[in-house]
């Protein structure tokens, strides 16, 4: 078993930013690749960005290509999301989410464990 936990959600004006931090526990953080993703209400969840477990493959979704920056700490067992010119849209609950020995992908069916999500919420 992983357990998972987001931290860093939270209100901001459009335009600011936020960094969501995922932690790990329970197996070898380093054997798992990580993803974000976020379901708006109403809405399904949708992929957000990933890393491959060693960290040398990233993805993102179009929509936060260029505004949004996933990395890894293994030694801290932490995944992050940057967020920087957040807009209206982005107001969602984001989760993490583990893949053992994944490469990073944007599919929700092949991550195993997930976690319990943040809130991030983005006034106009």
Known sequence: QVQ???SGGGLVQ???SLR???TASGRTFSNYAMGWFRQA???EREFVAAI???GRNIYYADAVK???TISRDNAKNTVYLQMNSLKSEDTAVYYCAADFYGLGSNDVAVY???GQGTQVTVSS
Do not use: T
Request: aromatic share 20%.
């Open 112 to 114: 195993d464990y997930w």
């Open 14 to 16: 459009a335009g600011g």
């Open 20 to 22: 969501l931090s995922c």
């Open 41 to 43: 209400p109403g809405k």
């Open 52 to 54: 491959s477990y060693r």
């Open 66 to 68: 260029g505004r949004f």
């Open 4 to 6: 998972l936990v987001e």
